[in-house]
């Protein structure tokens, strides 16, 4: 078998560092970029990684804070990950999903549903988390086309989601300026509250703020009419909506008004699921509840290879197979759908969750919540939250009023900024920092990070103090 090559600290597989910054700023649109900047622009050059670390162009080790985007869950270069892909691609690269097979997709699927909850029996591959995402909706569409019920397609969603960057999936989105200057199926889609504790109104106690949801879902439902609205879809976790953990029990109220109205339930699992909560799928294990369908991706592969999915309940599947429509086609399904190759690392990315990455992500959680939890002695930082292996530091300009509004909008980027001199990588979102690192992060590695985004967040105090754009 060819070796894979040994990159040395700071070396990158492609072009030299130079030649890619100059290559980038000519020719590559990055994801998210601003009209002023597009298609001109050279973000931080990162030449290797390993383990919980990644090197940048100038040789400077990184703690990989957001874990990649929330995805490489066993680390960076584990060789079995990457013997499995050079093997697969060796015996077979790819097959055509549109009339053939492949071995490694149906024992994957077969895996998968093993850790589903309630009846999700049955796997269909996507490309990633937005296309899983879209993928759901178009087999709610197509559901409730075949039992004859047409009108039934409106989706709900809420305020705080990220679902995706496809038209449909993008159009659930509810973050600030995510939809400022793009358009979305406005007409498809019906927006709820977030379910953010820490953003509820002043004065309301945790019970009244969940009663207030579920009611607020109940009376949607009502006034829109069941009979028009086909599935809702939520993260367990809002992700990169700042890790906002609902309220306790109110998943499982949503979850029972969806099935009272013959809503079906999408929870959507792309961070959440493959070992973040540590479990494969955190609706179940860590929630208590039993979706219609799950959508996964990121961590299926620890990012190894683009690969995401939807879960399907058997009871739709059974519905679908007994209707009066044996010939309605599910006009559905990507060239990629079930790629071997991202089946194969999948199932070893899998033994290695299960065989002891699971168990460490448990045994560490506490102990990652509760020092990032410190953080919450410094002055600018309003609240510490997060389950699992998933946290977030919100700053807010006063602890009080919890406004984030007069505070400088990229809090975020510079405590990044200085953050990354001192060796972490952080996850900026606004006033926010998001963290997510390798499930197979020691306690020691801990100290390192939350003793990094401490300094970091002290440097940012000083520099807001010193603009006078903040008192604290
Ligand atoms: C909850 C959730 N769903 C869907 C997506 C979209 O996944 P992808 O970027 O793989 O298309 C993301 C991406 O971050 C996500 O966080």
Redesign the pocket.
Known sequence: MAAVRDLKAGETAGPGDDDAVELAKRHLIQPWPYAGSVGSEARALIGKGDGIYITDNTGKRLIDGPAG??CVNVGHRREELARVMYDQAMALSYNTPWYTMNAPSAELAKRIAGHAPGDLSHVFYTT??????ETALRFMQFYNNVRGRPEKKLILSRGG??????YL?ASLNGRPRDRDWMDGADDVVVKLSSPDPFRRPQGMSLAAFTDFLVDQFRDTVARVGADRIGAFVG?PVQ??GGVVVPPDGYLKCIREICRDNDILYVS????TGFGRLGHVFASGDVFGIDPDMI?F??GVTSGYF?L?GVIISERLLEELRRSNHPDAMFGHGLTYTSHPVGCAVALKNLDLLEESVLAHAQAVSPYFQAQLKTLEELPLVGEVRGVGLMGCVECVADRESKDPLQLDKNVGKRIDAHCHELGLLVRPLINMCVMSPPLIITREQIDDMVGILREGISRTMDDLRKEGVWRG
């Open positions: 985007m929330w990633g988390g937005s296309s899983a995402v989601a990220y679902h995706g960057s496809t999936s993260e992700a990169s959507d699992e792309v961070v959508t991706a990121k683009p995401g």
